[in-house]
């Protein structure tokens, strides 16, 4: 079974035939390459040679790169994967044809979704997606609804004696749970991002979201269906203290942290990323 690396200490990744070999101060690690997804590099202290990165993209092996602080400061993908070009026809005609549609159908998996995984009633939510007119009434629905699953979400933290956590904030992060929560969000998309681009679809044509500078909105769309997932994944890392305040350095993890989260994180990937590949084929059978 194939796993994401995730490397987040200081290390050099040189070439070893068909293997990365890892160096570390004290010993050295080989991987081969046919049981690595992607890889993450997290931090300053690690060095990729060009034969190590080489070997990657040749076996279109995606690479994200982050600050210590889990700002992605890019990606490198094999064009290769941008080869099926069908799917992306498809896109660009349903962005012209179906965009209002198909986010309704995105905010109501989504609905769906935290219903669910938080055992919350958003039936009112769900019969005003039918009726809204435009996108920005339907984001104003899908805005309320998000709302109330922070909500809950903040409640099983208060009971679990977490109090730093007021509300979701994005940027910047003020706390350890928002961190987390942009951290755990932002590497899923970087997986979805891959994904979509195995299947042909390009990454910045989103009908919910849409493309703001650098934003992959078409990932976003996708990772809409995982959102209630991945929350309840990061409120159970805060309320089982598989993370706890030793593990950071003021509102970031530090190297012990990441260690745990990372872990944790790819367990949880095992377990839900094959039903995300089927939530993209579910929204490729509305795109024709």
Request: hydrophobic share 35%; charged share 25%.
């Amino acid at each position: 079974m194939k796993n994401n690396l995730f490397i987040s200490q200081k290390v050099t990744i040189h070439r070893n035939n068909k293997q990365l070999k890892l160096v570390f101060d004290n010993l050295s690690k080989d991987i081969p390459i046919s049981i690595i997804e992607n890889l993450f590099l997290i931090g300053s202290a690690i060095t990729l040679t060009n034969g190590a990165r080489s070997l990657l993209l040749e076996n279109n092996k995606s690479i994200f790169y982050y600050t210590s602080g889990y700002k992605m400061q890019g990606v490198l993908s094999n064009t290769k994967l941008q080869s099926n070009y069908r799917n992306r026809l498809f896109q660009y005609d349903a962005y012209n044809s179906k965009v209002l549609n198909i986010s309704k159908h995105i905010v109501q998996k989504k609905i769906n979704s935290m219903e669910k995984v938080f055992d919350l009633h958003l039936n009112k939510y769900r019969h005003k997606i039918y009726d809204v007119a435009n996108h920005t009434e339907l984001l104003g629905v899908e805005g309320i609804a998000t709302t109330s699953m922070f909500k809950i979400f903040k409640k099983y933290l208060l009971a679990s004696k977490i109090e730093d956590f007021k509300k979701r904030e994005y940027r910047p992060t003020k706390d350890k749970v928002n961190g987390i929560l942009s951290f755990t969000y932002t590497l899923y998309s970087n997986l979805l991002y891959g994904l979509v681009l195995s299947e042909g679809y390009d990454p910045y044509i989103g009908f919910l979201h849409k493309k703001r500078g650098t934003h992959y909105a078409f990932v976003s769309d996708l990772i809409e269906y995982d959102r209630a997932g991945l929350t309840k994944f990061v409120l159970l890392l805060f309320v089982k203290r598989v993370l706890d305040d030793e593990d950071f350095d003021g509102i970031y993890l530090n190297t012990d942290g990441r260690k745990k989260f990372l872990l944790k994180f790819n367990e949880y990937c095992q377990e839900n990323f094959g039903k995300s590949r089927e939530n993209l084929n579910e929204i490729g059978d509305l795109l024709v």
